[in-house]
């Protein structure tokens, strides 16, 4: 492992790549998944680092913006020969962006290991949640936070008064922004799958109980 690219391996063909990230001037930290997948590698939630640097894992093939916030450093990957995933609303967002894909439905671009599921509740972000069979992991982007005790306080703070912390919590900005009706709909559906690990590209890794930790994390919807 290169100590300067802190590469940790959650299951077999399934890392995470953690960078510093500031929002607001709040330290928040980002979370990249990189899949080893039949085809060669895929990156979701790219972060700012040297594509070049995953060589040892495999061939990069796709890059994944799952939301219309998570996109800065698509572009960089694109040129490194990763074919662009995004939701709709990226296309118009960054037009400079010749994507490959625009996931507005469930699909399996990659083949079976793995399964989109854009997420319509919110068209603010406009999620894609993504399902990574072999580890049974589902991997979220803003939909949730996990947020450490080890973020600075003013972190913390804020985010406790978005009701985002301290737990597995959602924020105050799903529960205003969200369409209850279709987001009742689409968790439910996302309870369904299989899937125990829980990923969100801020905050910790949930390594089981996942399914219990995003019932709770939506059960003001109902």
Known sequence: MNAELPIRQLAEGLHVLERPQSFLGLELGARMSILQLEGGLLVHSPVGVDPALLRHLGTLRWALAPNLFHHLYLGSWMEAGAAGLAPPGLAKKRPELELAQLVDKPCEPFGPEVRLIPLKCFAMTQEIALLHRPSRSLILTDLLFNLSEELPFTTRAAFACLC????????????????????REEIAALLELDFDRLIMSHGDVVETGGKEALEKAFSWLY
């Open 164 to 183: 985002a912390y301290p737990g597995c919590k959602t924020s105050l900005l799903e529960r205003v922004g969200m369409d209850r009706g279709v987001a």
